[in-house]
Antibody, heavy 123, light 107 residues
Framework: EVQLVESGGGLVQPGRSLRLSCAAS????????MHWVRQAPGKGLEWVSA????????GYADSVKGRFTISRDNAKNSLYLQMNSLRAEDMALYYC????????????????WGQGTLVTVSS | EIVLTQSPVTLSLSPGERATLSCWAS??????LAWYQQKPGQAPRLLIY???NRATGIPARFSGSGSGTDFTLTISSLEPEDFALYYC?????????FGQGTKLEIK
């Protein structure tokens, strides 16, 4: 059974940093690209970032480019999101998401989602 | 950035009825469009990928169609558990984008 368990969310002041983690199990982690998708309270879904299976291809939404860094450790079956210079508009539930396509850079459809970790940005 | 516009914003129907949800893209996404269902307090679930392919475990009453800029998700006969939020999503270009959602509610 595929499981994606996020952690690291919490309350943080504007301008500060936070690091999210995602522990993956139930599939061959290093065969798949991974993504972070966020959802502000009561709002829709926003793709944040993606990383290919070997970390060669990485992408970011314009709203987080230069502030967020995605990474992965295939030996630990883990995905990370380093979030710096946090803003009020970054407040959201952050989902760790598995790409549906096996091997290669990425496919871009999402077949498994974690339950999310909540990031609250407030002074 | 490709903008996806979903219609209607809210759809009110009764169990057993047919639901038709639309998604329009601001430029062609070929067939690289997916549909997701989200229920309150839950993560989204993949229903349809590449416009018309049902994901694993998705009932046959869900079907997708379209290509280019116009897409449709059809639920042939609504079950009580189908009332939820539905999002479309494109993968042809980065940034990956989602539609704003259609809320399917019980009439």
């Amino acid at each position: 059974e595929v499981q994606l368990v996020e952690s690291g969310g919490g309350l943080v002041q504007p301008g500060r940093s936070l690091r999210l983690s995602c522990a993956a199990s139930g599939f061959t982690f290093d065969d798949y690209a991974m993504h972070w998708v966020r959802q502000a309270p009561g709002k829709g879904l926003e793709w944040v970032s993606a990383i290919s299976w070997k970390s060669v291809t990485i992408g970011y939404a314009d709203s987080v480019k230069g502030r967020f860094t995605i990474s992965r450790d295939n030996a630990k079956n883990s995905l990370y999101l380093q979030m710096n210079s946090l803003r009020a508009e970054d407040m959201a539930l952050y989902y760790c998401v598995k790409d549906k396509g096996r091997y290669g850079d990425y496919e871009g459809h999402f077949d498994y989602w974690g339950q999310g970790t909540l990031v609250t940005v407030s002074s | 950035e490709i903008v996806l516009t979903q219609s209607p914003v809210t759809l009110s129907l009764s169990p057993g009825e047919r639901a038709t949800l639309s998604c329009w893209a601001s430029q062609s996404v070929s067939s690289y469009l997916a549909w997701y269902q989200q229920k309150p307090g839950q993560a989204p679930r993949l229903l349809i990928y590449d416009a018309s392919n049902r994901a694993t475990g998705i009932p046959a009453r869900f079907s997708g169609s379209g290509s280019g800029t116009d897409f449709t998700l059809t639920i042939s006969s609504l079950e009580p558990e189908d009332f939820a939020l539905y999002y479309c999503q494109q993968r042809v270009n980065w940034p990956i984008t989602f539609g704003q959602g259609t809320k399917l509610e019980i009439k």
